[in-house]
């Protein structure tokens, strides 16, 4: 079964970091593209960013909002996904999902909540 | 910054046909900005519907369809069905990176 399991969320205070991870099965990890995305509680998606897969040199882009806060990487040997989220804001407090883009995007995650409070 | 914007919500009654649209502030969406929707359920991660358009996924059902109408992409839902009711997102590509549009949210009534 192709699947993506999302973890690391939590409470992190102000100007805090965390890192999520994503973790993949099911599928040749390592020939797919990862997207982020997050969505604050009854707000609508927004794309975080992607990295793109080992023949695509790993290129990374993100969302113009973020200011350069967030990271996104990968290790292939793991299958896993990573968003490093540094310098949090209490506007970062969503659910954050990620999700395959091999040919195309399909499959997401059930997310990870993540909760940016003193 | 790039802004897709979608009907903010929009009513149909079971059994008719209802067609979402997802407009770009730089101007018309064409195959190139590789259009996808998604469907999201109260509680529910999103799920893909179409890709590049008017492709579906092997499980989106045959009464949805992709599509460009004038200068927007849309989704057409013929047939509808009560759990079609539920928020649609289109995700639209802009050189390299991708930009959601706000949402619709679709009533079956």
């Known amino acids: 079964e192709v699947q993506l399991v999302e973890s690391g969320g939590g409470l992190v205070q102000p100007g805090g970091s965390l890192k999520l991870s994503c973790a993949a099965s099911?599928?040749?990890?390592?020939?797919?593209?990862i997207h982020w995305v997050r969505q604050a509680s009854g707000k609508g998606l927004e794309w975080v960013g992607h990295i793109r897969d080992k023949a695509n040199n790993y290129a990374t882009a993100y969302g113009a909002s973020l200011e350069g806060r967030f990271t996104i990487s990968r290790d292939d040997s793991k299958n896993t996904a990573y968003l490093q989220m540094n310098s949090l804001k209490t506007e970062d407090t969503a659910v954050y999902y990620c999700?395959?883009?091999?040919?195309?995007?399909?499959?997401w995650g059930q997310g990870t909540m993540v909760t940016v409070s003193s | 910054q790039t802004v897709v914007t979608q009907e903010p919500s929009l009513t149909v009654s079971p059994g008719g046909t209802v067609t979402l649209t997802c407009a770009s502030s730089t101007g018309a969406v064409t195959t190139d900005y590789y259009p996808n929707w998604f469907q999201q359920k109260p509680g529910q991660a999103p799920r893909a519907l179409i890709y590049s358009t008017s492709n579906k996924h092997s499980w989106t059902p045959a009464r949805f369809s992709g599509s460009l109408l004038g200068d927007k992409a849309a989704l057409t839902l013929s047939g509808v069905q009560p759990e079609d009711e539920a928020e649609y997102y289109c995700?639209?590509?802009?050189?390299?990176?991708?930009?959601f549009g706000g949402g619709t949210k679709l009533t079956v009534l």
């Open positions: 999700i395959r883009h091999s040919e195309v995007i399909d499959i």
């Open positions: 099911g599928f040749t990890f390592s020939g797919s593209g």
């Open positions: 995700l639209v590509y802009h050189g390299d990176t991708w930009v």
